[in-house]
Structures are given as C-alpha cells and as structure tokens.
C-alpha cells in the first residue's frame, strides 16, 4: 500500500504541484501532511490523486484542477472557461487602488472580466468605488 510520500514522490509532477493536489484530495492542510507522510494512503485518495496526476501530467492548469486560486489574499473560484488570475495581475490591482484614490467619485469598469478577480479586490480593498463588471 502506497504512503502519503510515496504517493508525492512517484509522482513525476512538481514537488509543489503534487503536494496541492494531494492536499486536495485529502481536504487536509500542509501540517497534517507533514506529520502523517508515512501513513498508509486510503486507496480511494490515493485513486483520487492519480486521476489528478495524470490530468496534470497532460497539462492541465492545477489551478483548474483545484477549481479555485489565490489573488490579491483571496480565493476565486476557477473554471477552464476563465483565465486563470496571474500574481503579476495584482499589480493592476495595486495601480487601479492608488489612482483612485485620487478621485471623487471613483468609478471602474472591468470588461471581459473572467473569474471577477480584478473587479472583487478593487471593490474589496476600495468599497467606495462603483465597480462593475462585465462578461459573456
């Protein structure tokens, strides 16, 4: 029987890739596989895993396989019929919040606007502004 580690370790995918699918089958936090890497993996995580193995191993994004991602300290739901929130997309985050600062009454439009990230973090971080956002 397979053990949490060997599970990682046979993977052949990214150390960090393998450890966040395997994180999510089991719905555990990065602790409690640290300190349970050597037990005995349930054989229906473990298929669960390798579903999400081979999927990745065929390209697909983790982020769709997980169905969600981090942007901007908060979490987005994410389907293949979205772009994936990119770290270097929160600068435009961090432009929009320091140019609306200087308005009156701050107005954005986010067109296009996919999974909502960019919209939701401006009207998280500046509740003052009318945001709306736009797409198919």
Do not use: N
Not at 24 to 51: E, G, K, M
Not at 97 to 124: E, F, M, Q, Y
Request: glycine share 4%.
């Amino acid at each position: 029987m397979d053990t949490y580690r060997s599970l990682l370790r046979q993977s052949g995918l990214d150390p960090i890739d393998a450890r966040l699918l395997l994180l999510h089958v089991l719905q555990r936090d990065h602790a409690w596989l640290i300190s349970h890497r050597d037990d005995s993996a349930d054989s229906a995580h473990a298929a669960a895993f390798r579903q999400l193995q081979a999927r990745r191993l065929a390209g697909e994004p983790v982020a769709y396989l997980l169905g969600e991602r981090e942007f901007y300290s908060r979490m987005f739901r994410i389907t293949p019929y979205v772009l994936i929130p990119r770290p270097d997309t929160e600068l435009i985050v961090t432009l929009a919040l320091k140019r609306l600062k200087t308005l009156t009454w701050p107005r954005v439009l986010d067109l296009g606007t996919g999974s909502g990230a960019i919209a939701v973090s401006i009207a998280c971080e500046h509740p003052e502004a009318a945001v709306i956002a736009v797409d198919v």
